[in-house]
């Protein structure tokens, strides 16, 4: 018996297909919106990331439990990105809330260092 093919992230007949997108109505727009939603969600919360590391390791004192945490959820984010092609749409979704989520505890930190700096309000 042969082997069922999986359409993943494809191309056919002009329409992009992610697993899955057709049993929650997604079509072509739709998962388009989403891959250019994670795209854009991660690479602010990977910024983010990067920016508050930064800045801790330069504190006089840096605090290293902040650091581990903040580079292991860089470490997540990007393992989590890098195994979405091939998965449904779920992940997808699962991961662009992630990122968010992380972006949402984020921010608030990432301003007060700006602040600290005195280049914030």
């Known amino acids: 018996m042969p082997e069922a093919k999986v359409l993943t992230i494809s ?4 329409v992009v297909l992610i697993l ?3 049993s929650k109505q997604m079509g072509h ?25 930064d800045c801790e390791r330069k504190q006089q004192c840096p605090k290293k439990m902040m650091l581990v945490r903040w580079e292991r959820l860089l470490t997540r ?14 992940a997808y979704q699962y991961a662009l809330s992630e990122f968010q989520h992380g972006i949402s505890e984020l921010e608030p930190i990432a301003k007060n260092f700006l602040v600290a700096k005195g280049l914030g309000s």
């Not at 727009?29 to 590391?53: A, G, R, W």
């Open 77 to 90: 984010s990007i393992d989590l990105e890098g195994s979405l092609p091939g998965s449904h749409v779920s």
């Open 29 to 53: 727009k739709e998962c388009l919106q989403l891959l250019e939603s994670i795209e854009d969600v991660h690479n602010h919360l990977i910024s983010l990331l990067t920016f508050l590391i």
């Open 11 to 14: 191309e056919f007949g002009g």
């Open 20 to 22: 899955g997108a057709e």
